[in-house]
């Protein structure tokens, strides 16, 4: 696969341009911050081309896997350490993962998967997915502010 089509020039100015702008905006205010921040961003870049160069039908085969593993994220989400009085994150130590966070991407993915299988009448076509996604919904606005 061609680099020019995993990345885009349009897509790489603005990432670099708020990449630079926050590791500006972090240098100068909390300046021990810089070099996480900057692994932050190496490693968002990789990932970027690696889902960049995956074959996006290969996710037709996850959705539902998916799909259980937000459902499941969320639900386990409240057993963990409430920080500040709310219950959203899985703290690893070196990193806190918010689950409502990788929802955003997966709801995407699964969205599009629904709307392409169940081509229907057009409240049917709303109805179908605001009725799968309705438990998600209700698990992220179950945590508090």
Known sequence: ?????IFDPILMI???GLSGLS???????VSSLVTIH???IVLGFILYALFASTDYLIWKHFVWFLYILIFILLILVFFTTPVRG?????DFGWVRLQPS????????????????????GKLALFLKPFL???PILVLIFRQPD
């Open 14 to 16: 603005s990432i670099l």
């Open 1 to 5: 696969m061609k680099l020019s089509s």
């Open 38 to 40: 900057l692994i932050y």
């Open 132 to 134: 799968i996604f309705l």
């Open 86 to 90: 709310a219950y959203r994150w899985f």
């Open 101 to 120: 966070e990788l929802v955003k991407p997966f709801i995407i993915i699964i969205l599009a998967f629904i709307i392409e299988k169940y081509r229907a």
């Open 23 to 29: 590791l500006f905006v972090i240098s100068s205010t």
